[in-house]
């Protein structure tokens, strides 16, 4: 694996893609800036309930629904953000010509499969955390292509993309840490900027890791009836 050729070809795709994928990404910005003006909002109106002397049970118990109400509502729209601008991405690396704006609420017809995989990989990444810090991170890496399985391929099971990542992954996860970590700057930079950057610099990444996911493909052995999962 070359990484600087991952990432030439990534930049160069980009330049190519029938859809603009600083507007994608522009309009995947938006959405969660507006998600997160929400939960500031009910962040403040949570402290002034708590810490005001008016304060009553009737207000604690609209401000707790209306919290989970919306904890619903952020999780069903950032995964749909999640696993849309993943496919987006990976038309993108493929040059698929299919690829259109709404690539990116592509993932609202296989939605509880796209929360059962997230909440899985969270759960797994969870258990190996309880051990140690660094088995936990390992385990990230270890399930980092199952996204990218499902979104090609929505038919196959939560279990199955976790498999197929974990054999993906043998053998590659420090050359993945390291393409991870090449972006280190890029990501500084985004922070400096107040996020702005991140309008280049997400998508340049995203690309960059379909273009990692489909070198992969090739090379990995995946066993779908393999006993050991996590």
């Known amino acids: 694996m ?13 330049r190519e893609a029938a859809v603009n994928p600083y ?3 522009l309009i995947m910005g938006v959405v969660v800036m507006i998600l997160s003006g929400v939960q500031f909002i009910l962040d403040f109106w ?3 309930i708590s810490t005001g002397s008016s304060a009553n049970t009737g207000e604690t118990s609209t401000y707790i629904v209306s919290s989970l109400v919306f904890f619903i509502i952020y999780l069903v729209i950032s995964t749909v953000l999640q696993f849309g601008y993943s496919s987006y991405c990976l038309k993108v690396a493929n040059r698929d010509g299919s690829m259109s704006y709404g690539d990116l609420f592509s993932s609202v017809r296989y939605l509880l499969k796209a929360i059962g995989l997230t909440l899985m990989i969270s759960v797994f990444v969870l258990l190996w955390c309880i051990l140690l810090v660094i088995p936990g991170i390992i385990a990230a890496y270890r399930y980092s292509q199952a996204i990218f399985i499902m979104v090609e391929d929505p038919n196959k099971g939560i279990m199955q993309c976790i498999r197929e990542s974990k054999e993906m992954m043998a053998g590659h996860k420090m050359e993945y840490f390291i393409l991870e970590f090449s972006f280190f700057f890029w990501m500084l930079l ?3 900027t107040c996020g702005l950057a991140y309008i280049y610099v997400y998508p340049y990444m995203t690309v960059t890791f379909a273009n990692y996911y489909n070198h992969l493909k090739p090379v990995s052995v995946v066993y779908e009836n393999a006993d050991t999962i996590i």
């Open 46 to 48: 949570g402290n002034i």
């Open 23 to 25: 507007v994608v990404t």
């Open 190 to 192: 985004g922070g400096v």
């Open 2 to 14: 070359n990484r600087q050729e991952l990432k030439f070809d990534a930049k160069n795709k980009m």
